[in-house]
């Protein structure tokens, strides 16, 4: 009973430094620093580190331990078949103005009260722990598009953007092991208090998905037909009894008034009969 209890109480966290390998993110500015991927990986493995030591019933699992390539795609299956309670990204930012600097977090959706509410804590951790200048919260709304890795993960999930890379202070602040060691740590207290102060629901179960076409015979999802889509198409097939049974289908959206505006959006590109499914998990 006692092992079972243990294993119940267990918190699946996934830490994901940004980019890596072939992929630098925003590329050093000199060769005397980091470039974004090595800069991410540090902060990542430091918190890792924290959370290990002082916080036993969290398990953490990284996307990347090592400087490696790995795809958006295989970062969310991870987290998504590892079934993780939830996902941090780290990375850090660039803007082509360079007094812009200071720390960001994205989310999906505000309406995605978990999420929200560890952003919340990470935001008030980087100004109070670490003194950094915070920039705030955005959701995808706000930012004008979804990022990948908050929109497919199927748990709360943050990207938390450390500060920026093409400020020349910050730059340098985020390539001292201390500036590093300091954000992990606000990182930490952002997540302990999160998982110790009862983590407010969020439902991610339910999705929406937008149809564009449905066939009796398959169609590359690759196919030109798809083009002015701008997104990936999905091919789901149904019994063979079903007359147009391949089906094509783009978006996730855990919010069906962002499902809709995508419908819009692809109506106007020609795919007018195009409407809104909801799955659920
Ligand atoms: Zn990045």
New binding site residues.
Partial sequence: MGTSQAQKNVFTLVIDP??GGSDP??ARQSRHLAH?KDV?LAIALKLGQYIRQNLPSVQVIFTREKDEYVSLEDRVELANRKKADCFISI???ASNRAQVQGTETHIYSRSQAASLRLATLIEEELRARAGRPSRGILDARERGQNLYVTQYTRMPSVLV?TGYLTHPKEEAYLNTANGQALIASALFRALRSYCQGGIPPENRQRYYRVQVLATSRPVDVKSKYFDDLDEKVVEIINPASEAYRYKYLIGHEFEIERARALQKKVAQRGFKDAFVVAFEE
């Fill in positions: 940004g980019h993110g925003k974004e991410n990375h850090a930012n953007e």
